[in-house]
Protein backbone atom coordinates (compact mmCIF):
# COMPACT_ATOMS: atom_id res chain seq x y z
CA UNK A 1 0.00 0.00 0.00
CA UNK A 2 1.21 3.46 -1.24
CA UNK A 3 -0.22 7.03 0.94
CA UNK A 4 0.95 9.93 -0.69
CA UNK A 5 0.16 13.56 1.61
CA UNK A 6 -0.06 16.54 -0.48
CA UNK A 7 0.23 19.79 1.05
CA UNK A 8 1.42 23.41 1.33
CA UNK A 9 -1.25 24.97 -1.26
CA UNK A 10 -3.57 27.70 -0.29
CA UNK A 11 -4.76 31.23 -1.70
CA UNK A 12 -1.60 34.08 -3.05
CA UNK A 13 -1.73 36.56 -4.68
CA UNK A 14 -0.79 36.63 -8.61
CA UNK A 15 3.22 36.61 -8.95
CA UNK A 16 3.35 35.19 -5.64
CA UNK A 17 5.17 31.71 -4.78
CA UNK A 18 3.90 28.57 -3.08
CA UNK A 19 5.59 25.11 -1.79
CA UNK A 20 3.93 22.10 -2.27
CA UNK A 21 5.09 18.99 -0.38
CA UNK A 22 4.02 15.11 -1.41
CA UNK A 23 5.10 12.86 1.46
CA UNK A 24 5.22 9.24 0.40
CA UNK A 25 4.36 6.61 2.95
CA UNK A 26 4.02 2.84 3.35
CA UNK A 27 5.57 0.10 0.44
CA UNK A 28 7.22 3.20 -1.42
CA UNK A 29 11.04 4.16 -1.53
CA UNK A 30 10.69 7.20 -4.14
CA UNK A 31 14.27 6.63 -4.96
CA UNK A 32 12.86 3.88 -7.16
CA UNK A 33 9.58 5.54 -8.84
CA UNK A 34 8.48 8.30 -10.90
CA UNK A 35 7.17 10.98 -9.26
CA UNK A 36 4.78 13.39 -10.72
CA UNK A 37 2.39 16.82 -9.93
CA UNK A 38 -0.32 17.21 -12.21
CA UNK A 39 -3.40 19.74 -11.46
CA UNK A 40 -7.00 19.55 -12.02
CA UNK A 41 -9.15 22.46 -12.74
CA UNK A 42 -12.74 23.15 -12.55
CA UNK A 43 -14.27 21.76 -15.62
CA UNK A 44 -11.01 20.82 -17.17
CA UNK A 45 -9.04 17.40 -17.26
CA UNK A 46 -5.98 16.66 -15.19
CA UNK A 47 -2.72 17.51 -16.64
CA UNK A 48 0.78 17.05 -16.07
CA UNK A 49 2.56 20.01 -14.10
CA UNK A 50 5.95 18.01 -13.98
CA UNK A 51 7.77 15.08 -13.20
CA UNK A 52 10.96 13.84 -12.08
CA UNK A 53 12.26 9.90 -12.86
CA UNK A 54 13.44 7.23 -11.09
CA UNK A 55 16.75 8.69 -11.88
CA UNK A 56 15.85 12.56 -11.84
CA UNK A 57 14.66 13.55 -14.79
CA UNK A 58 12.16 16.39 -15.57
CA UNK A 59 10.25 17.61 -17.38
CA UNK A 60 7.80 19.94 -17.41
CA UNK A 61 4.26 20.79 -18.89
CA UNK A 62 4.54 23.62 -21.38
CA UNK A 63 2.38 26.39 -19.39
CA UNK A 64 5.02 26.10 -16.49
CA UNK A 65 8.35 25.67 -17.65
CA UNK A 66 10.57 27.94 -16.18
CA UNK A 67 8.25 29.04 -13.33
CA UNK A 68 7.83 25.56 -11.17
CA UNK A 69 10.62 23.28 -10.48
CA UNK A 70 9.94 19.52 -9.02
CA UNK A 71 12.56 17.95 -6.64
CA UNK A 72 12.44 15.10 -4.58
CA UNK A 73 14.42 14.49 -1.52
CA UNK A 74 14.88 10.45 -0.88
CA UNK A 75 16.02 10.10 2.70
CA UNK A 76 12.55 11.82 3.89
CA UNK A 77 10.68 10.27 0.85
CA UNK A 78 9.07 13.96 -0.47
CA UNK A 79 8.66 15.20 -3.54
CA UNK A 80 8.42 19.16 -4.13
CA UNK A 81 6.91 21.90 -6.06
CA UNK A 82 8.23 24.91 -5.84
CA UNK A 83 5.68 27.50 -7.99
CA UNK A 84 6.86 31.01 -8.78
CA UNK A 85 5.22 34.01 -10.39
CA UNK A 86 2.10 32.35 -9.98
CA UNK A 87 -1.02 33.16 -11.99
CA UNK A 88 -4.85 33.00 -11.90
CA UNK A 89 -4.57 30.07 -14.66
CA UNK A 90 -2.57 28.01 -11.94
CA UNK A 91 -5.59 27.63 -9.91
CA UNK A 92 -6.16 24.57 -9.44
CA UNK A 93 -6.32 20.98 -6.81
CA UNK A 94 -2.96 19.76 -7.58
CA UNK A 95 -2.30 15.88 -6.90
CA UNK A 96 0.99 13.98 -6.56
CA UNK A 97 1.45 10.57 -8.62
CA UNK A 98 3.84 7.74 -7.96
CA UNK A 99 4.23 5.33 -10.81
CA UNK A 100 6.99 2.60 -10.96
CA UNK A 101 6.30 -0.31 -13.77
CA UNK A 102 5.00 -3.87 -12.31
CA UNK A 103 4.07 -1.82 -9.08
CA UNK A 104 1.30 0.48 -10.21
CA UNK A 105 0.03 4.63 -10.06
CA UNK A 106 -1.14 5.72 -6.46
CA UNK A 107 -1.96 9.54 -6.06
CA UNK A 108 -2.84 11.58 -3.06
CA UNK A 109 -5.60 13.03 -2.41
CA UNK A 110 -4.58 16.67 -3.63
CA UNK A 111 -4.27 19.85 -2.08
CA UNK A 112 -6.13 23.55 -3.30
CA UNK A 113 -4.23 26.14 -5.05
CA UNK A 114 -6.20 29.46 -5.78
CA UNK A 115 -4.26 31.96 -7.33
CA UNK A 116 -6.32 35.81 -6.97
CA UNK A 117 -6.04 39.35 -5.79
Known amino acids: QVQLVESGGGLVQPGGSLRLSCVAS?????????MGWYRQAPGKQRELVAR???????NYGDSVKGRFTISRDNAKNTVYLQMNSLKPEDTAVYYC??????????WGQGTQVTVSS
Open 26 to 34: GSIFIQFYD
Open 52 to 58: ISSDDAT
Open 97 to 106: RSNRAGWGVS
